[in-house]
């Protein structure tokens, strides 16, 4: 149970990242696992398509995010 509180501060700590601009794109980069695992474990668990279907949003929301903000990283 100890990994649970890891992934609770990864994206308590991607999603404060999130708020601000300049760190944006670390906290959509340091999500992107994190729902990459979130979708996976509805899959494996055999959960309903409909379960899932959030994770696959905010996956895309913070994938599309690190994109557009690549830039910032230089």
Partial sequence: PWFM???G???F????MLLAPSLAVLG????????VGAV???LLAGDPIL???PSV???GL???LAYVRRGDLA
């Fill in 51 to 53: 379960a899932t279907v």
């Fill in 9 to 11: 501060a990864v994206e």
């Fill in 40 to 42: 996976c474990s509805h």
């Fill in 57 to 59: 949003v905010v996956l």
């Fill in 28 to 35: 959509a980069l340091a999500m992107l696992p994190i729902m």
């Fill in 5 to 7: 509180y890891v992934i």
């Fill in 62 to 64: 913070v994938g599309w």
């Fill in 13 to 16: 700590a991607g999603g404060l």
